[in-house]
């Protein structure tokens, strides 16, 4: 299961995300900071479906695969 991303932004920076399995939180990454230290914003996965990536839109593949991982996540700690 992928759980985490990097992607160009639209000004030659790389951005990112991260997915807290146990707390079931996204981290995100933008292109100012460093995926090594703190992240830009923190979102659970309820917001993120309903407001989508504080860093603006995602391409398609990236919204997708973040989506997928969500739902593999929530179906696991379901099982719980």
């Known amino acids: 299961m992928t759980s985490s991303w990097m992607w ?3 000004h030659g920076g790389v951005n990112g995300a991260s997915i807290d399995v146990e707390k079931q939180l996204i981290h995100w990454y933008d292109s100012v900071g460093c995926a090594c230290g703190d992240s830009a914003a923190v979102q659970s996965f309820a917001v993120f479906r309903e407001k989508g990536s ?3 839109p995602l391409a398609d593949d990236i ?12 179906r ?5």
Do not use: F, R, S, W
């Open 8 to 10: 160009a932004d639209a």
């Open 54 to 56: 504080p860093l603006g």
């Open 63 to 74: 919204h997708q695969e973040i989506v997928d991982t969500l739902a593999e996540v929530e």
């Open 76 to 80: 696991q700690h379901n099982k719980l």
